[in-house]
C-alpha cells in the first residue's frame, strides 16, 4: 500500500488546528488500529515501543526491513493519516536516508520524525533535504518532523537551550522540515519563546512537569506527542502481572482492568 496524497494534506492540515494535533503512538498494528478506534485522528509511531515490540533496544538498532515491514502491517490496518519515526534516518548518509524515507512513503507512511541526536545540525539538514526529495518524487507532501535534541541531551547551557533551538530549527526549516519537534522542554515561558520563534507547528514531548493541552494551546504548541509513554506503561502492568502469575498462579488480577476478549477482536477486525 503506497502513502495516498489526501492523507499527507490532511495530515499537513491537523497541525493547523483547530486544537492541538494530539498523538498517543503506536507501537504495532493492534496498538494503532487500538487508538484509531478511540478517536485518534492520526497515527505516529513511537521508535522505542516498535523497537521493544520487536525485541530489539531503542537508538538505531531496528533493521530498515523490519521498520517497513511493520509501518505496512499498520498502514493495512487503519485509515487515518500514518507518521513514522524514523530516529536518525536509518542510513549511513543522506542518500541512503532518502532511500529509506521511500521505502515508508512506499508502504503508506506520509509523515516522519527523524532526529539530530548530538550530531551537527548540518548533518540532519542534509537528511531533511534527501527526506524532502523522496516525498517529492512521490508525489506525496510529506510532513517531516525535525527533532531536535538540544533539551533532551543538555546539549548546551540551559540558558542557551531556547536560541539553540531556535537556530536548528531555522536550519532544518531551509531544508525542509515541516514541523520542530522539542522533546524534553516543559517550561511555559520556553515553550511560548519557541513557538513565537518559528514559523513551523512545534511538537512537544508528554513529560512530566509539561502544561495541560489547553495551557500548551495558548502557548503556540501545535501537536503533542505521548512518545514511547503508553509502550512503557503498557510494558510495566504486563511484567507487573506477569511476575505475580509466574509467582502464585492466581487468575483473578488477569482480568483486572483488561478489554475483553470480544471487543479486542472486533477492534482487530479489518472492515
Partial sequence: MSARPDSATLFNALHRGPGILKLANAWD??????????????IATTSAGFAWALGFPDGNALPLE??????????????VPLSVDMEAGFGRDAAEVGRAVSQIIDVGGIGINIEDGSNPPEQLAARIAAARAAGDGSGVDLYINARTDVYLRG??????RVGETLKRA???????????????????????????????????????????????????????????????????????????FLADGESAPLSEGAMGYGAINAIAKIN
Fill in 66 to 79: 523490519h521498520l517497513v515491514s511493520h509501518v505496512a502491517l499498520i498502514a493495512r490496518t487503519v485509515t
Fill in 155 to 160: 546539549l548546551v547551557p540551559a540558558e542557551a
Fill in 29 to 42: 498494528a493492534g496498538s494503532a488500529r487500538l487508538f484509531e478506534s478511540l478517536g485518534a485522528q492520526a
Fill in 170 to 244: 531555522r536550519i532544518y526549516r531551509e531544508a525542509g522540515a515541516s514541523g520542530i519537534f522539542v522533546p524534553g522542554v516543559v517550561a511555559a515561558d520556553e515553550i511560548r519563546a519557541i513557538a513565537a520563534g518559528t514559523d513551523m507547528p512545534l511538537n512537544v514531548l508528554a513529560w512530566a512537569g509539561l502544561p495541560g493541552a489547553a495551557e500548551l494551546g495558548k502557548l503556540g504548541v501545535r501537536r503533542l506527542s505521548a512518545g514511547s509513554g503508553i509502550a512503557e506503561a503498557v510494558w510495566g502492568r504486563a511484567g507487573a502481572l506477569a511476575k505475580a
